[in-house]
């Protein structure tokens, strides 16, 4: 019986048949995953971005297993295997960007995570400094909210019976 293609492999290889009809594709690798073959000096990085297009004098193809692609290093060519799993984000020469997490190693995660933690910071701390000028951009003082304890409330009239 063969072997269930994951979705997500699915998925990567539909996007980069789609991204490759332009002029190129970048391929963002784990180069440490199992089955990755690049060049030795390239191994062992987990952000390997590899430009990829159906115009260089190489070859790329791309099957379920994977992309097998001839790109030149130093002058000479190297047949590269990038193993769908080890396949962690594309970007098209349009810019778009496709990541899958589940593929990310922790380092892109981590990266990731912190600029959006960022991002959400700058923008809750723009938000604070808007309610808080006046339209001149003079601090505006806001009246703190009154708090009412539970015991300050009239009890309801209502009694339990049993």
């Given at each position: ?9 699915t ?49 790329t ?23 769908w ?46 309610k ?11 009246p ?19």
């Amino acid at each position: 019986m063969p072997k269930e293609i994951p979705i997500e492999n699915t998925s990567k290889r539909k996007t980069f048949e789609e991204w490759l009809k332009d002029d190129h594709v970048l391929v963002h690798i784990d180069a440490r995953h199992a089955g990755v073959i690049v060049p030795t000096h390239l191994a062992g990085n987990p952000t390997l971005s590899l430009k990829l297009s159906r115009l260089f004098q190489g070859t790329t193809d791309c099957d379920e297993l994977g992309i097998t692609t001839h790109l030149k290093f130093s002058g000479d060519y190297f047949q590269c295997v990038l193993p769908w799993e080890a396949v962690w984000g594309m970007t098209s020469e349009r810019s778009q960007q496709q990541i899958w997490p589940r593929s990310a190693p922790e380092e892109i995660l981590r990266a990731v995570a912190g600029a959006k933690l960022k991002e959400i910071g700058s923008k809750l701390l723009s938000t604070i400094s808007g309610k808080r000028g006046s339209k001149d951009g003079t601090p505006q003082e806001h009246p703190t909210p009154e708090i009412t304890k539970i015991s300050d409330k009239k009890r309801s009239h209502l009694k339990r019976i049993k």
